[in-house]
């Protein structure tokens, strides 16, 4: 089944200790990205990726890292997460080029930082 | 920067009714734009994607336009169900980022 995945679905931390958020895609697709969504302010993208080794800011990185080593990976890392970094994360894929192809979520991590 | 809004924030309409969400965007130089459907404490599921060449799009039930120039799009959903209650977000592409608007929370009432 083609699907993106992530992990962990739920996750309790507390602030200051490092964390990784896994994203996986089955769809050998090139473009891959990261979203929060907050109450209010709808979804906004954190960080994304045209392809292995290319990664870009969307409009609220500060705080987050990216990688992309492997095409079907992209793991979002707090390195020192604080409690207005308590959102619920979305990892997204979609196909390179034309206007024609749609993105797929993931699942949504829950994320809470105390 | 891209803008993206829906109006409205909340809709709640009886069983059967044909309804229609609205969608704007600030910026006309856009690839595509997508609506997609997201249950409570879900991941969305991609609905329907226009590009920006195109005017419509129809899937089952559902109907989505586009007007670039105006910076417009509706979603239009016929003969609602129960089931269609969800929020509905659109997202447009203007090159590799994407903007989202907040969303309309839909509930059909039986």
């Known amino acids: 089944e083609a699907q993106v995945t992530q992990n962990p679905r739920y996750l309790i931390t507390v602030t200051g200790k490092k964390l990784t958020v896994t994203c996986s895609q089955n769809m050998n697709h090139e473009y891959m990205s990261w979203y929060r969504q907050d109450p209010g302010l709808g979804l906004r993208q954190i960080y994304y990726?045209?392809?292995?080794?290319?990664?870009d800011k969307g409009d609220v990185p500060e705080g987050y890292k990216v990688s992309r080593k492997e095409k079907r990976n992209f793991p979002l890392i707090l390195e020192s997460p604080s409690p207005n970094q308590t959102s619920l994360y979305f990892c997204?894929?979609?196909?390179?080029?034309?206007?024609?192809?749609?993105?797929?979520f993931g699942p949504g991590t829950r994320l809470t930082v105390l | 920067k891209q803008e993206v809004t829906q109006i409205p924030a909340a809709l709640s309409v009886p069983e059967g009714e044909n309804l229609v969400l609205n969608c704007s965007f600030t910026?006309?130089?856009?690839?595509?734009l997508q609506w997609f459907r997201q249950d409570p404490g879900k991941g969305l599921t991609s609905l329907l994607l226009i590009q920006s060449s195109q005017r419509e799009q129809t899937s089952g039930r559902l109907n989505a336009s586009l007007d670039k120039s105006s910076g417009r799009s509706t979603l239009y959903i016929a003969a609602s169900q129960p089931g269609d209650s969800a929020t509905y977000l659109c997202?447009?592409?203007?090159?590799?980022?994407?903007?989202f608007g907040t969303g309309t929370s839909l509930t059909v009432i039986p």
């Open positions: 997202a447009v592409r203007p090159g590799n980022q994407f903007y």
């Open positions: 910026d006309s130089a856009i690839y595509n």
């Open positions: 990726s045209m392809n292995v080794e290319v990664t």
């Open positions: 997204a894929s979609r196909k390179a080029g034309g206007a024609i192809n749609e993105q797929f």
